[in-house]
């Protein structure tokens, strides 16, 4: 298993927990983004620099990620194809995304998009808080425990 960052849009803690989860479990962190990155010298620590544009960092992370690599994203279609490529998907609040919960996850998000279009609904989600960051850290280890198990 490998592990890909939707980095630009990443909260900074994560990416932290990444970075040690990678050095810890000796396991690969690739961070995609559109801006260059500063990340800790490790050989578990890679990035990918792409470039500027709508869904660029999306398309990379699909078409470099295997079957069975992890995608940490809150971009909802970008989750979408990953888990249609055999991969597991995961938002930085440690939500799992799965074919039973990402079509009802894109309606909502096209609603939402909808709404704010047209006004009614302004701001976005809620600030990034350390519940956020323990469900992710428990969502990171109960993946990562798994898949050394198989």
Wanted: aromatic share 4%; glycine share 6%.
């Amino acid at each position: 298993m490998k592990i890909w960052v939707d980095s630009d849009a990443c909260p900074r803690p994560v990416k932290e927990m990444l970075y040690r989860a990678a050095q810890k479990r000796q396991i690969m962190v690739t961070l995609v983004a559109n801006q260059p990155m500063r990340v800790p010298s490790s050989p578990f620590i890679e990035t990918v620099l792409v470039e500027a544009g709508p869904d660029v960092a999306d398309e990379t992370i699909i078409r470099l990620m295997e079957p069975g690599d992890l995608v940490v994203t809150a971009d909802i279609p970008l989750a979408s194809g990953v888990v249609d490529c055999g991969g597991l998907a995961i938002d930085p609040r440690g939500v799992l995304f799965t074919r039973d919960n990402i079509r009802e996850r894109l309606l909502v998000r096209d609603m939402m998009d909808l709404m704010r279009g047209s006004g009614l609904v302004t701001g976005g989600p809620p600030p990034f808080n350390s519940s956020d960051r323990q469900a992710f850290a428990n969502q990171i280890d109960r993946i990562l425990t798994a898949s050394l198990q198989s």
